[in-house]
């Protein structure tokens, strides 16, 4: 984080605050060009071997192709995009939101030309921005169809599953657009990532030291039902001398158990 807060000292000043909002109202006017045929479709999509061609206009209107599904669910990407893209910015300040969406620009990019026969999505720009508001903010709900709510990680652990997945059976366009998003995330998030593997490993084995020590605690319980002094603290627990070893009975089972032998 050091690096970060060098970098936005010496270029904080440059950062373009809103930054979603521009991003959707670029995304909008190209999506109704295309709707109304004044442009072709692909034309804001960026491929390599375009851009080796002359067109390098494509690095510009590669950041406002739009989602490109019927009016419906587009503006419910808007809205999610404007949702979580507000939150990050107003959590992590403009410039590290800014810096945020332009690692992912520049992976994919230079992901682009590893495939230049093909046109390259942002979508996976958007999701590395699902996968980061997820991350910070893991308890938020969304309304599923405006009914159901979900939290937005079981949702984010759904697009996890859904990317391993197009690693595995995916052209090598889209796995590369998958690495490009999850670099971008891993590159803002390894460190809280290690913070969290770290404490979380620490975490299980206390839990796991302290139901051994509880269970030390619990020097009395029945052999027979497993009441114990926690569970019961008004019962009186005995031995049986009859039984070989230590086993212990509440009053109700003191005198009605069978007399355990070895041997």
């Known amino acids: 984080m ?20 521009y991003l959707i109202a670029g995304q909008t006017i190209f999506y109704v060009m295309y709707l109304i045929g004044k442009a072709e479709r692909g034309f804001s999509s960026l491929s390599a071997s375009l851009l080796l061609a002359g067109e390098w206009w494509r690095l510009a209107t590669f950041a406002f192709d739009p989602p490109m599904m019927n009016v419906f669910f587009a503006f419910f990407v808007w809205y999610l995009f404007y949702l979580m893209g507000t939150a990050l910015e107003e959590h992590w300040g403009a410039f590290r939101y800014n810096l945020f969406l332009l690692t992912g620009y520049l992976l994919t990019v230079g992901a682009a030309f590893l495939v230049p026969d093909s046109y390259v999505s942002n979508r996976f720009i958007g999701g ?17 169809f405006f009914v159901l709510p979900v939290r937005i ?43 969290e593997l770290k404490y979380g490993q ?62």
């Open 2 to 21: 050091q690096l970060l807060d060098r970098l936005e000292k010496r270029f904080g000043a440059y950062a373009v605050p809103n930054l979603t909002m």
């Open 128 to 144: 590395s921005v699902f996968l980061a508001f997820a991350f910070l903010f893991p308890d938020f709900e969304i309304m599923i």
């Open 153 to 195: 990680k079981w949702l984010a652990l759904l697009t996890w599953l859904g990317y391993g997945y197009q690693l595995l059976v995916g052209g090598w366009s889209t796995r590369l657009m998958v690495l490009a998003s999850v670099g971008n995330f891993l590159i803002f998030f390894a460190r809280d990532l290690a913070v």
């Open 202 to 263: 620490k975490r299980v084995t206390r839990r796991v030291a302290t139901a051994a020590r509880r269970d030390e605690r619990l020097r009395h319980r029945c052999t027979v039902c497993d009441k114990t002094e926690e569970t019961h603290p008004q019962e009186d627990f005995r031995y049986c001398p009859q039984c070989d070893g230590q086993y212990g009975y509440c009053q109700e089972h003191i005198f009605r158990h069978e007399h355990v032998k070895k041997g």
